[in-house]
């Protein structure tokens, strides 16, 4: 599996956008569809919206459960440039 | 200070350098005095960190003179994006001093990241960050605002101006992103 281009994430955004509003049931029917249509985007589409959901990263969670540094910092700006 | 600040955005946008300058200061003011009562409060060595990270920030930004900030939303993304850079950098210096490297380490406090956090890792994620800043600059701002800057869906939202569901969409589109990107990573 190689990295995503630019191009290709450009091209998948919109479906993605599409696909992201949609129910489970509804997603299935819709990537259904679309597979009759564009096999390959479809698929690509698939292999990406499995990624929904699952565990993304240990460190990336671990920081964000760590996050008393960035919350202060956002609170305080947001207090102090935001109202 | 509050309507100091307000002011000092408005005559930021109109290209005023000193209140670049000043903003920051007020800014840097605020967070110290914060950072100190988390202290008093007994709070742990990480309000230290606070401190330090928002000081290395501060000196990043000043330094970058006639970088304007027209809002406030494009003054938070800017900031974000300087401390995630600080924060990998402070984690990047940390590994090459246990490689036994000669990097002069930064002055960040070393409870900024988890002792748990793989460092490889973290430089992973970052680079998948740029590569999505490139390819999606929008949602990667939605993570260096969340991730980064701790701010919440609805924060963002009102900071972007777009819908709360918005926002959760394209941090969606950003873990799947990274996740992607982080597998093809491990891959390779």
Sequence with gaps: MSSLTPEQWQALSPYLDQALTLSGEERSRWLQSLRTENPVLASQLQELLQRDGLHIHSVLWSLVSNSDTPTLVSRTLSVQIGK | LESTLGSLIEAAEKGEASATEALFTALYSELHRLARQQLARGGRGITLGVTTLLHEAY??????????????????????????????????????????????????????????????????????????????????????????????????????????????????????????????????
């Excluded at chain 2, 939202?157 to 709360?164: G, V």
């Design chain 2, 59 to 188: 000196l990043d930004m000043a330094a970058r003179s006639g970088t304007e900030f027209p809002d406030r939303a494009r003054f938070m993304g800017y900031a974000a994006r300087v401390m995630r850079a600080l924060i990998i950098d402070h984690v990047r210096n940390r590994q090459a001093q246990k490689r036994g490297g000669q990097f002069e380490l930064i002055s960040l406090a070393s409870d900024l990241v988890d002792s748990s956090a793989d460092e490889r890792e973290l430089t992973q994620i970052s680079e998948a960050l740029d590569k999505l800043a490139e390819a999606d600059p929008e949602v990667a701002e939605v993570v260096d605002l969340k991730f980064f800057c701790g701010f919440s869906f609805v924060e963002i939202a009102a900071m972007r101006n777009l819908s709360e569901r918005t926002v959760k969409r394209k941090w969606q589109k950003a873990r799947i992103y990274l996740h992607r990107e982080l597998n093809a990573e491990i891959a390779a």
